[in-house]
Structures are given as C-alpha cells and as structure tokens.
C-alpha cells in the first residue's frame, strides 16, 4: 500500500516532521512517500493561504498521479480537500477530517490546541464544513508568535500541556485534537501526562487512510463527488488538464 | 489483536452473518470472536428494543472483560454505544458510528438503506445524536414485512438494489450506507453495480477498530467518558458490578 | 387518576423526596404510587448508570402495567423515557422532558442546576434530545462530591441558591430548571428568593402528565411511538415479554 | 382559578368555538372567560395580521387585569405571547406553544394541520419561534378558499383527515396538531379514527394553564421576562399605559 | 428616490439623530423623511414594548403610503418589519436586517454593541429570525442606567469604545455593530480608532434600501410576502384598513 | 468609483455576458472593468473547478490591485471570496453572497435556479458558508447537458421560467435567485412573468458593492479579515507575493 502525504505549505521542515509521525504510525507494509508544495507559505493560518496550499496541493496531487493508493492532504484546515476527491480516483484523506472522525469516536465533545490565535477562525470553519462544531468544546491556541516552524513542540511544550488541561477542565472537552503539522506527533509524546485521549492529525489521517484503502472503496461516477464533467479548459498545469480530460468510465 | 463483536440481538443468523463479514474486513492479525446477546429480541427496530439490546450487549461487554482489546457493537443504531465506552477501559465502535465516519470521509452527503420502515425513526435518532443529520440526505427502506431476518439480502436483492439507486438519483447522495447487520456484506457484492461509494457497517467497524486500537488512545480519567464514579449498586450482574466497582487510575 | 412514579435509581432516600414532592403538587383526587428499580445505582450520572437505569424503570413499568393511568421516570436525564413510551399504552413523563417544557412555556432561555460536574454532560445530551439545546442558556453544578445523596438539600443549600443566581445574572437565563430527583422540593422552597421562575422535576411532571391524562390521547397504532412489531424475543422477565408479545389493536 | 381566553381575531363565531372547546377541557372549579378582539381582522394568516393581532390582544388583557390568574393567546401563530408574558404577572400561553409542548410529550416528531396556505409560512416561523423546527415532520393545508371561518369543520371534515392521515404515512409524523382556532374541538370528533395522537390548540393551552397556575411560577423581577422598565410612554389606552407605569416589585 | 424613515419610537431627540445620519449617508438625489411614531414608548428594550411599536410604525407607513419609494423601520430589533413588507408595495428594510447583511458581507462573525443589558435578549431573537445567530460572535451592553435616550454617544464615549475593543479581542468577532438609533453615526465617528469595520443601522439601511429601490424588484402576488388577503376587518385606523381591503393585482 | 468584476472561469462569452448587466446595474459615475481568468475551465460546477477558479482570481485581483475600489468575484459559488477578503483593502463581493443578502432582504425564504444538476452541491456548500441553509427552500436545475455556455438564456428559456414557478407554487420560496453567471440579465428579462422577485447575482454584486464603497468601511487590522501575517513564501506570482509581503499598516 503506497500513501502519499502532501504537505500544503513550503516548509521543509514540516515535511520532516509529518514523515517522522507517519512512518511511525503506518502498518508494516505500507509505503509512505512525503512531497512539499512547490509553492506557497511557510504555514497556513488563514482562508487566503489555504486557498493557495488547495491549488498547490492539486497540483501536486495530480503531478504524481498514478503512484499512490491515497492521498493525506497534511495540513490542519484541509485545503483543498474536498475538491481534489472529485479530481482523485482513490481515496483522499485530510488531517482535519480525520481527527475528527477519530476524535468523534472516541468522546462526545472535543477541542483544538492550535499554535496561533489567527488560525482559530479557519480551523472553525473547516469544523463546520463538516457539520460536526456542535460537538467542539472549544480551540485554544498559543498566544505569542512563533519562534520557529519547526521547532514549536520544544519550544511551547509547557503551554501546549496547559492549554490541553485547560479544555478538559475548563471547556469539558472528552477528547483534545493537537492540530496543526507542526505538531506532528507531540500526540505520542504526551498522552501519558493528560487525563483524556489525544489525537494526532498525522498518525489519525493513516490510520484512516489504511482502513478507507482496505475498503476499497468504488470511484463515484454519480454524485457530487464523481470526476468533474470534461470541459474546455486552459492554462493549467498538463498533469491537471490530464486529469480534468479523462472521459469518466462511469 | 483481539476484537469482541457482539450482536446485541438474539439471533444467532444474523450472529452468522456478521462473524462471515467481520473475518473478510480483519487484517490478518486480528482475532475476531463473535458473541450474541443472551436475552432480548429477534432484530432492533425500536428505541425500546435498543433500550434492551443495550442493556444485554452491556453485560455481554463486562462478561467478556479482558479477552479483547476493542469491542463492536454490530447493530445499526448502536444500542448502548456510548455508555459502554464509559464502562471499558479499551476502545468501542458501534455500526451507524463507524459507517456514518466512512462515509463522511468519501462524500459530504449520505443516505441509509433500511431493512423496515419501523426503524427509520431510529436511525434518524441515532444520526442526530452523532450530529451529522444535517449530512443525512435520506433513509430509505424495505416497506414489506421481512420473510426471515437471516436471508433478507437474498430475498429483497433487487429491491435493495433500487432503493441504493434512488438514494443516488433523487435525494442526491453523494455516499450510500447499508444499515443493519442483516444486511452484513451486501455491499461487498453489490458496490461494482452502484455508482457512488457504498458503506456496510460490519467491515467500517473492524477498519476502524482497527485503527483506534493501533492509535491506542488512554483511557479518559477525566470527563464525560470516564469510568462511572464508584459508588453504591445493587442486584447486577456480578461482571458489571465488578467493573463499576473498579476504583479509577486516573 | 393513578400515577406510577418510577425511582430509576436504588435509592429508598430519594423516593421518599421524590414521594412526598409527587403528592404537595397532585390534584385533588391523583393517587400517586412510588416505585423504587430493584436493581442500579445509587444515583444517575453517567451515559453508563442511564442505561441500566432505563431497563430497570422498564422492568418496573412493565410489572406494575395496568395499574395506573399514567407513568413518570423519576431522573433527570429521564432514562429510557422515548422506549417506555413506545411499550407502554398510557402517557408517560419524564422529569426533564417536563421540566423542559414547562421552562420553555414562562421564559425564552433557560439554564439547569445540577448536582455534580460529572452529570452535566449527560444532561446536555438529555436536552439535545428534545432539540432544545439552543434555548440551554447553561447548566452549572455543585463541584464538591457529595455527602449523602439523601441530604443534598440540607447540605448545600447555601451554594445552590447561588448557582441559581448566577446562571440569572451571568449567563443570562429566563427560567431555572432545579434537577435531579435529589433536589425534589427545592424549588418550593426557595423559589421566594430567587428572581425568575424556578422549575422542579417532580412537581411539573406531575402536572404534565395530570394535564395528559385529562386530554387522553389515542396510543398510537402507527408511527414510531406504536408498539415495537411482535417478534421472538427470550431472556426477559415474564412482565416485559408479555407486553412485547401483544398483537396492537391498530 | 379564572382563565381569560383572548380570540385575537374579530370574528365572534371563532370565539364560541373556542368557547365551547374550552368549557369541554377544563377542570371543575375552572372559570373560563372568552374576549373577542375589539379590532383587526377575520382570521390570521399572514405576519402583517399577527402584528395587528398581537397588539389587540395586548390591549384586552391590559383592560382586563386583575380579573384573571392566567391568559390563553387563543390563535395559532401566538400573536404577542412573548411580549404579554412580559407585560402580565400572571401566566400566559398560546395556542401553538401549547399544542408543540403536549405533542413533544407524546412523541418525537409532530405535523400541523392548518386551514390555509398561506398560514404555513407564519406557522413554520412560529415553531422556529420555539426553536422546535428540527421535530416538524411538516405542514399540510386546506387548499381551496374557506367557505366560512365559522364552519370549516364541517365542510372539510374528509379533507381534514385525510391531511392527518398523510401526515403520518407520508411525512412520518408520531403526533398530530390540528391548528387554528376555527378547528377547535375537531381533533377531539376524529381521535379516534386516527392512527396517531392528536392535539388541539385550545385543550392544550387549557391543560398547560391550568397546570402553570397550580405551580404559580414566580413573576420574573430579572431576566427578559420582567416588565418592561419604566419609562416614558404617550398614546397608549390607559389601562396599557397604567400596567407599563407600574414600578415593579422586584 | 423618496425614503420614509419611521422611528418606531416616541422620542424626537433619536428621530433627529436618525435624520442626521440618513442625510449624511443618502445618495445625492434621495430624499429623507423621517416619522417619529404617534405612541409608544420613549426607547425599545423588550418584546412588549417592540409589539406596541410595531404596530405603531405599521400606522405610520399606511398613513404616508403613496409618498415614498422605500421604508426604513429605524429601530434596532426591526418592530413589524416582516409584517409591514407584506403589507407594503415597495422595499422595507430594518436597522437590524440591514447591519447583519452589511455585516455578513464584511466579515464571517460580528458582535453587537447595545446601549443596556435589557435589550440583549431581544437583540439575540431578532438576529435569530434572520437565521445567521450561529454568525453572531456576542452582544455586549453598557451596564448602567442610561442618563438621557438623546445623549447616549457622549455621555459613553470611552465605554462603547471599550465595548468595541473586547468583542474583537475576547470574542473573535471579526464586524462590529453599533446597535440601536440612539447610537446612528457613532459609528462614523469613531471607525477609525477600532481595528475592524464598523456598522451602523441607519447608515447600511439606507444604502441597502437605495440599492433595493434601484434594482426594483417585484411587489409578490404569491407567497409568504404576498399582500394579507382580502377579508373582513374592523376597527383599524383608515389608511390600514384602506390598503388592507386593495384587491391584489396580482 | 471603479469596479474590477473578476470573471473566475475562461469563457469570454460568459465575461460578455456579466458586463453587459454590469453595465445596465451600475450608477452613473461607476466605471465597470471586467476580467476573465487567464487559466481553469469553461464554468464552474464542481468544488475541484472552484478551487482553480479561486486561486485564478486571486492572481487577477493582485495583479489589477491599486486599480479598482471594489471587486465583484463574478461566479456563483464565490470561488476565493473569503480568501480575497483577506488579502485586498478595498471591499469584494460574491454573486452569491450578494443574491442571498438580497434575497434575505425581500424574504424569508429562498430558492436557487441552476444551470445543472451537477451544480447544485457545490452552491449547497456555498449556502451553507453563509449560515442561511435553513433558509433555502430548495435548488432547481436544468436537468439536461447545455448546448453553449454562451446562450443558455436563449436556448432554455421556457424551462427557466418553469423551474421559477415550481420553487413558487411547490417549494414555498418567497424569492428566486437566478444563479450563475451564464443567466446574468435573465432575471431583468422576466420579472414581470413571475409572481415572486427575482434576484440577479451581478446586478445585487454591483448595488452591494456600491452601496459598500460607500459606506468606506475600515480593512480589518486585526480579527480574522486582516491581511494575512507575513512570512516565508516562494514561487507565487509576483503581484501575489507583493501583496502578501507588506507588512500591515495596524
């Protein structure tokens, strides 16, 4: 089983670390393979550069179209998610989306940890696309900027513990999702100091994807999730237009 | 990896039925062991049979306790679902719940196929308590009364065929899930005929067991799905009693 | 006119509040039977205690059939309330679903005191149940674990007068709901002092289902609210099969 | 007790059925006074009409205070209940928040039977009003134009239950509410050709009011259901003017 | 192009707050009226006093009918605004509705500022009869008495301020609303020391209306916003019953 | 007052379309520049097309920056809006966002024409981001492939005009929002055939906008629709990478 894990954003450095937690959770046998967008920010914090890592992340999607059995679209927010399930013709998982579902599993209500306070807004509207903020307790976030992408695990690990006692206590949340790639396994590491589970947007996104793949689930070629229909089109990058030119077998 | 199923219905067909789905949809690994509900009723189609499934897939739960690592409880409508998961110290998925976080990660809409028009309100209630009834774009179900509950795929394939395909063309459904353990395998055999993803709950359960159980999420020691705080019961079944008896860890 | 109301929990302390409640605010004329569950919990907080709570109210309805003319489910939370209703053919009135109903009747929004931390969760979902969480102005609760459940009255009544207080004054409630079987009476008693309505389990169940009775609505033959379909059913006490094993008049 | 029924309609026939419906469900010692709108129109069915309605109704119960221990809003659609709730010490009820109370009692999920379509949209908005749209199952109305508002009973007495039988086959309803005052009494005549409970707006109101007075629910003195304070007015009717010029209590 | 501006209230000092800021907002070549209603009371803070101004306002736009091209209900809470476009031929707009769609297209969540606590309940319904509360981050209020309806903006200069600074910083709203007509053109005033957009009702009511007037939709002759039917009616001020009894043309 | 009318798709003949209603929309002094997308597809029906169409319009709207005082992203659907909102300091509006703020004007209720079946998810979704869904009675669409995205006026009139009087006569809508940008001008065209009003998605943008301008609301420096934060990006268009690298001015 081949995934591919498409960090949205340009940073290198969170590429590392969304490897690390991926290869860490995968079952034996399955291959994961980590591509960085080629374009766009260092990290995403609001609904314009999710609207960028989305068109990036296609791009990239369709560019290795062909090695993988799924996708994980990995950044928190999901940009792009539900548009490149209709491009794709194998499953497309998001680090949102399955944190939820795992998390919906797991409790009733749940929180966020996030890693700054202008990414509240676009975490909760990506909870509310998929129809499940009635059951967020709330999203705390770290308050300063951040020293570094790809260092804010040790450099906020204190906080970042805090804050998730703080919805239990607080908030009344069952179950707390540490969201964000650069949080990328912080999960793992901390789960035995809190007092409810813990989610992980990595490590969720393949076990999801593992569990969608064995499924096998059939390509709809009805619906609103069906292969957009073939139209003129131009300017786009040739392994999109490829795809966007495909007749649908369905 | 050991997984207790139990069929919180008296039916041991159906028992059948479910042990035949669940061993296709293991990784190999996995351990299934199939239990039926020693009292209750032939199939749950009432919030009063759930009342009573619930309370028997409870004590099948306690009886069993510590010979498995995660539990399904295999009938749509997840009879006791959320109060088993306060009760064991180990990870527990019911069918609607499972199949409702599959098809929420392969479409934004979904509707259910039903084997009576009875259980709709059931199914409704149960999606609604997981939040996502504004994604329910129908129920749809068998009008006729069942000949035998343990060969209704048999008996209404076409039927069920067509209702599949209306879900699809008229309520616009972007996901098909096929409710109920009797149905248990259905849509293995009949998604190369549908147009859009479809959904059983048996073979969602075990992937996402699965998953949990490889995620190994804590035990909440804190909220709403802790363990029931110690205090005094009386005339239960001795297995139940002892683990509300338990003093909590945490 | 005869009611039967029906103590979910094995406390014969609480019956007795919940008794002498039941007959301060009957009719003249409504003989009030009060029944304790033969087996349970002490008191109900949890997703877990509500569903043996809600078998064993109906095991108890179920043996005492015929011999009222209507029944209350004696907890907040009203475990098993919408099963009872179906299996049984007289109304049947939980103390929630009363209360709730009665609060929405003198004020817009509303907010519930509870008796402990842990029971605020179940409570909440009681209250999404009857789809009227967005009219939920908050639920607050004692946060010390209690003395005697007997008691709780006596022991705290300086700090419930004050939850009261502040779910007027800061969270912006209409009505207060008084809740739990364990506070019956309370509300009689310092309602004087309080500035808004305040709503008690006991006695709007009671006048609810007086105004019930008196209307006399038809048991329904269809709908999901009919009695669960005949079916083989084993295990069960005698009382609860015979009333499954009826054919409907329908 | 006294109970003053306020028709907030001119037409003088509406309020003998009203009247009579009344007289037949309430208790002995029940005095029920019945007050006809001295302005507006024949029958309400459009938001313009219920604004007329609310303010007519204002006025009567204004002149009438001190003659009543509690108010029926007897027209559907409860022109002005929330804001005669405030203005009154005593309390007050409508026809539809009764009528949604009783039947959320008697089961999940209710439809309206309305005599009008243009009513159904103020309908619709009035049980949004209560936050109880989610359990609507529908709205089905009488389409020709009335013959006379006096006897609508009796010339659509077929059509009438055959909209309450597609309520319940077609639109899955567990309860039935026939609305409007021109069809107090009907659901009385026909309950028991109907597979379903059925209510009516004026027993209902009759039966909530009379248990509300036996609770006798503090006025609220905080909260949004206090009278308005006090403050300058011109052009009121005096008795109005004089219930807005009371200091209150609280 | 002829706007009829009706304050609901009897206050002269707000109807010339109003008229300052509908002029300074008004397109050149429209043409401001405002009305001050003939009764009522001297400011609007609850559902009883906005019944009676509803009404009021109502009398006001039947009695100048034929002299304007649009309506503006010039207080906060929008009083009869829904019944008074049924009855009127060409666009009504309220203060309310107006600053939510301003607000929506600015922003995803917006916060209301109030000139006293009494008024939030009302506030909050009316935001919930427009259906976007889920869009409405809080509503926060000067506490005190207010010492003169005419002079709030000066005398709460630095508090409203300081209201306008806690929703954006502890709220999240992302469009403040400066509610309520004592408060027309604060906004203008003080938009340039707060860090997001800032809306006023009179100011967006006559830039919305002016853009409706423009676009000119069609007076409906079907649905819910149809002119009430003809029907028989009595006692009504004559311009009302006048446009009341106009056979449709429709 | 200059306006940049962005055209999210290739289809020239479509950007004809949009200026002429512009055009006919504008008031005098308003100058109208239209752009089409220099990369994506032909129309936009599916979330995959509005992804690539958001971030065409991203690009044209950095590129024009400095050219306009307001933008209009010119397909149903709003691809980018948000996004767009973040990024530019002048004020931008959607077809869509602007048709429903419209319509939430002139009604309660809502319905949605749609040139395809496959199109209405995805204007669902768009319903859905504004929080109005609940008001939206339903989305009708052509159910047949277009002949010419050019001419889809011409070609189907009839079957436009049918589609209006169904959501009339069967879905209760109060308003018809005539949607997408191939329609733009049709809603002027029949108006006076059909009994409701009509919405016109460029020609609400172009009177939303102007009415906007000049209410000249501040650019957010802080709150969700500030600019976005700066830091690292790479291979952007350069006019993007400008916009994204000023630090803001609050």
Redesign the interface.
Known sequence: MKILVINPN??ESVSTLIQAEAQR?A?PGTEIAVATA??????I????????G??AT?CVAAERHGSYDGVVVAAFGDP?L??????IDV?V?GLT??SL??A??????FSIIAISP?I???YR?TV?????V??LASIRALEEPLRDIGSVQQDYAERLKALCNEV??VD????IIIAGAPLAGLAREI??E??????DGV??AI??L???I??S??????????A??V??????PEP?ARL?NRRSP?
């Open positions: 340009i940073s959770s079952s080629p374009f766009g920010v260092a990290y914090e609001t609904r314009f550069e999710a609207l960028v989305a068109y296609a792009g539900q548009g490149i399930k209709e491009l499953p998982v989306e399955s579902m795992t919906a599993t797991l409790g009733q209500r202008r509240k807004a676009w509207e509310e696309r998929s129809h499940l009635s059951r239990v206590e009344g949340a069952d179950v789960r035995g809190l007092s409810v589970p813990v989610v490590s969720s076990a999801q593992e569990g969608l064995r499924l689930p059939k390509k709809a070629t009805k619906g609103s999730f069906a957009p229909p139209k003129p089109n131009q300017g786009l999109l966007l369905g």
